[in-house]
């Protein structure tokens, strides 16, 4: 597998909007999953070979995420951006499928982006 590109972080205005890209690399299998981590830590959103989207329920309603499944790029649209989104966010791809938590995914070895970073000033 190769590593995932990330795009799109930046500052922006507490209330504001940020569109963030994920393309996968290299995947060798259609059964796989990409999410995007804020922190390392919470799963923001995750999506599997089948279209499968898992958002936990922190962001439903601000993050939405337009897919392209025929290139396997998750992006995810933030909106109504809070202070508290800031951060750096990490998108990771490997061969698996969602996961039990939402907004995660779970399987084989994990491949990291090199992050992006957000920061939303009030």
């Known amino acids: 597998q190769g590593q995932p590109v990330e795009s799109g972080g930046g500052p922006v205005q507490a209330g504001g909007s940020l569109r963030l890209s994920c393309r996968a690399s290299l995947l060798p299998s259609n059964v796989y999953c990409i999410s995007w981590t804020r922190q390392e830590r919470e799963g923001v959103a995750a999506i599997d070979g089948d279209?499968?989207?898992s958002l936990p329920t922190s962001v439903q309603g601000r993050f939405s995420n337009p897919v392209d499944t025929a290139n396997k790029v998750l992006y995810l649209q933030m909106n109504d951006l809070k202070p508290e989104d800031s951060g750096m966010y990490y998108c990771?791809?490997?061969?698996?499928?969602?996961?039990?938590?939402?907004?995660?995914?779970?399987?084989?070895?994990?491949?990291w982006g090199q992050g992006t970073q957000v920061t939303v000033s009030s």
């Open positions: 279209g499968t989207l």
């Open positions: 990771l791809q490997l061969v698996g499928n969602i996961g039990s938590v939402a907004g995660t995914c779970t399987g084989g070895r994990s491949y």
